[in-house]
């Protein structure tokens, strides 16, 4: 009934993005960097190169970006001077911005945190091998050993776990261990 008494207009919007005018989210989230941080223990950064800053590389950063007109408190308002400072950053260094993080560098002191950052891509437990200073009880062992009752002799073929079978699921090392079913005394 009231349909009817309403006039009928239609308006036509206009969506326009302006960059400079977003609005700024706090630097990091602690929930993201929870994330990030799982993330990177987990050794998901294979992908990047890894990268130990020079000495100088904050004086480098800093030259090609006074190169372009920009001082150290300065900020990217212009993709375009961000594109060829970047650019230019690489062909120095050989180390690139991802895109993931091609956001979070506003400013020339953005830049050089990114590149004073060093990048490990081993994973926790390749990083854990290398380690000259584990305590003597602990002791890293690459390649485990698989009980077999036919082929360890040292306890005569019995195990601590004499109903547990021993299921090898990988493809890769099904060549390499060879699994076998205990045997029960009940079906």
């Known amino acids: 009934m009231f349909r009817n008494l309403l006039p009928r207009t239609r308006i036509n919007l206009q969506i326009v993005s302006v960059r400079h005018a977003q609005k700024k989210y706090p630097k990091v ?32 950063v800093l030259k090609i970006c006074s ?40 400013t020339v002191a953005d830049l050089q945190d990114f590149y004073l950052t060093p990048v490990d891509t081993r994973t926790p437990f390749d990083a854990l091998k290398k380690m000259d200073d584990l305590p003597k009880n602990l002791h890293v062992q690459q390649d485990y050993v698989r009980f077999h009752p036919d082929k360890d002799t040292l306890f005569n073929g019995k195990s601590a776990f004499p109903q547990s079978s021993t299921i090898v699921t990988g493809l890769k090392y099904k060549k390499k261990y060879e699994g076998y079913t205990a045997k029960r005394k009940w079906p």
């Open 29 to 60: 989230d602690k929930k993201f960097q929870a994330a990030a941080e799982s993330l990177a223990a987990r050794g998901f950064l294979r992908p990047y190169k890894p990268w130990d800053p020079p000495v100088n590389i904050d004086e480098t």
């Open 67 to 106: 190169n372009n007109g920009l001082t150290p408190e300065s900020e990217f308002d212009n993709l375009d001077t961000k594109f060829r400072v970047l650019k230019v950053c690489f062909e120095e260094t050989g180390h690139s911005v991802p895109n993931s993080l091609l956001h979070t560098i506003e």
